[in-house]
């Protein structure tokens, strides 16, 4: 599992290390991604991870996650927009919610799940339920990954939320 801050740029580079676990490890690797916004190192932090909810409630999670993250974290209000039409969400809807903070509830609660959790900043990764206190570089994530899982790497990725 993954605390990260879609605003963080160290989030965005550890998405991209990530990714290449994901498909070196195949469908041994459960990849959880949680939202962990810290808007006192960066201004747009809670828009958007409250965004993501907004694509979670039109099925997009992923899409929205992976837009946010290949684009370097360019979170702020237009940016935003831009995700969201890229991944193809209704924009009328995602437009409402984001003016409503319909997700911000969603979003209180996983921050405060990673806090009781020990998480004081993110990116914060848990193997099998265990801190992961190491680097986030490829080599360590990717060995320690794998030592969790006895070292399996066969199939496609499982993604879940």
């Given at each position: ?65 992976d837009s946010i993250f290949e ?91």
């Amino acid at each position: 599992m993954a605390y990260g801050d879609f605003a963080s740029p160290a989030c965005s580079q550890t998405y991209r290390t990530v990714k290449k676990i994901q498909k070196k490890m195949g469908t041994t690797l459960r990849y959880v991604y949680r939202s962990f916004p810290q808007p006192e190192q960066f201004e747009h932090s809670e828009q958007a991870a409250e965004a993501a909810e907004c694509a979670s409630a039109q099925g997009k999670f992923w899409e929205m996650h992976d837009s946010i993250f290949e684009s370097g974290a360019e979170v702020d209000d237009p940016q935003l927009s831009r995700h969201a039409a890229e991944t193809g969400l209704d924009l009328l809807r995602f437009h409402r919610d984001m003016r409503a903070r319909a997700h911000a509830g969603n979003v209180k609660r996983t921050r405060e799940g990673g806090v009781r959790s020990g998480v004081a900043e993110a990116p914060a990764f848990f193997i099998n339920s265990v801190r992961h206190e190491s680097s986030f570089g490829l080599a360590t994530l990717l060995a320690a990954v794998q030592a969790a899982s006895g070292g399996d790497r066969a199939g496609p990725n499982i993604k879940s939320r």
